[in-house]
């Protein structure tokens, strides 16, 4: 069993706690019997049969696609999710298929766990079309059609997330075209909305898109915890923050700028911090409160001990506060690793560079790239899905091949 979380996040900076219990889920696994049932009928399934022709989410691959992609794999794990408080539906995540409704109820009770279940509903395929997205500007709105905009699956991309996100970078534009004012702008460096829709309108999609931090260049500053402070302003400038959400996260905000001065300007020298259990190196140098806060073998922990000022605060201020000490020390090598990027973009990658001997880099990009075999950097940053990480590990080993090159 999986319970829910002691301390729920929530997903609003309005709520405090959740208004609904939680509900345990639990973990199974599929093993060899349910397997050796799957490809024993693996040509009666929509997908393996010729009946669908679409390319299906790689992220969420059917039971199908598991059995043959990863023959290798004795189990595969299922996330049991019931449906409601008071249902006893239970949605098994992980199992979704195309496969006739008999062999989808011989297969599920071979599962530990699932031997007698009824099932309320049989998987089944889906196949979908969509609008070329690199036709949309940036507001999602039909470039040769004004007035027509599209969002959600009608643009190449799949989940929940994705489409609502859309949703909202459309309504706006649409909303504000009608009253005649100037669209909202999600830009690569302020939102993960923004990193999605200008994947979509300048890559475009040759599979079902799916938003991963690991697609934005800026992710160390693109966090949940800081999404208020990015984007309220925004909201509230378009009229969207109503005056209780703009009171609270000013109130917020003025106490994180008033913490983190009074942290920046409290120092402590290397014996001072001895006598409080916290060992640094004794070189000398004083450290101010806001730099230690940021060591992960600190953090809040100790924050009340080198300041007792910062108990007057609110928990959440507090937390804020102890999280941005920390990323702090990290996005100055996030922007040189982009710099570094940009300045080498056109850096030659050698014709027969083995994408599949780079630690780190994933499947999905190693099929592209030995299928495309871009030329430069600048041409493997055009490829789509291809992320600011990859670019960063690429350049990493082509440089190690320089240097081999130059010692032999």
């Not at 209780?244 to 409290?266: P, V």
């Not at 928990?315 to 090598?333: D, I």
Request: with cysteine; proline share 5%; net charge negative.
């Amino acid at each position: 069993m999986q319970a829910g979380d002691q301390e729920p996040e929530m997903l609003s900076f309005m709520s405090t706690k959740p208004m609904v219990p939680q509900v345990e889920c639990g973990i199974t696994h599929t093993n060899e019997h349910t397997h050796d049932i799957v490809r024993q009928n693996i040509d009666l399934s929509a997908m393996y049969g010729g009946h669908i022709d679409g390319v299906g989410p790689r992220y969420c691959p059917s039971i199908e696609d598991k059995v043959t992609r990863f023959a290798d794999k004795v189990s595969h794990q299922v996330y049991l999710e019931p449906e409601g408080i008071m249902d006893h539906t239970i949605y098994p995540n992980g199992i979704s298929t195309s496969l006739p409704e008999a062999v989808q109820e011989r297969y599920v009770r071979t599962i530990i766990g699932l031997e007698k279940v009824e099932i309320l509903q049989p998987g089944y395929a889906i196949e979908y079309d969509y609008f070329d997205p690199r036709c949309l500007d940036s507001n999602l709105a039909v470039r040769d059609m004004p007035g027509l905009y599209f969002a959600g699956q009608i643009n190449g991309t799949t989940g929940y997330e994705e489409a609502a996100a859309q949703g909202v970078v459309a309504g706006l534009a649409s909303a504000a075209a009608s009253l005649g004012r100037e669209a909202a702008t999600f830009s690569r460096t302020n939102s993960y909305i923004g990193v999605m829709v200008d994947d979509l309108t300048t890559r475009g999609v040759t599979e079902p898109y799916r938003m991963f931090t690991s697609r934005a260049e800026f992710r160390l500053t693109l966090r949940a915890d800081n999404a208020d402070k990015r984007l309220t302003p925004l909201g509230r400038r378009i009229g969207c923050v109503d005056d209780r959400r703009w009171s609270m996260y000013q109130r917020k905000q003025e106490g994180i700028d008033i913490l983190t001065t009074l942290l920046t300007s409290r120092t402590y020298t290397p014996t001072e911090l001895a006598g409080q259990g916290v060992r640094v190196s004794q070189d000398g140098q004083r450290r101010t409160v806001y730099a230690l806060i940021g060591q992960p073998d600190l953090g809040i922990g100790r924050l009340d001990v080198l300041a007792p000022e910062a108990a007057r605060f609110d928990r959440e201020v507090r937390r804020q506060v102890v999280t941005n000490a920390l990323y702090s020390q990290y996005t100055g090598r996030q922007d040189d690793e982009i710099a570094s990027l940009k300045r080498d973009e056109g850096r030659a990658i050698p014709a027969h560079f083995d994408y599949a001997a780079v630690p780190g880099l994933s499947r999905e990009l190693c099929q592209k790239l030995s299928m495309i075999r871009p030329a430069n950097l600048a041409q493997a940053a055009r490829i789509e899905g291809i992320t600011p990480a990859a670019l960063v590990l690429l350049l990493a080993n082509i440089r190690q091949i320089d240097r081999r090159v130059e010692k032999a």
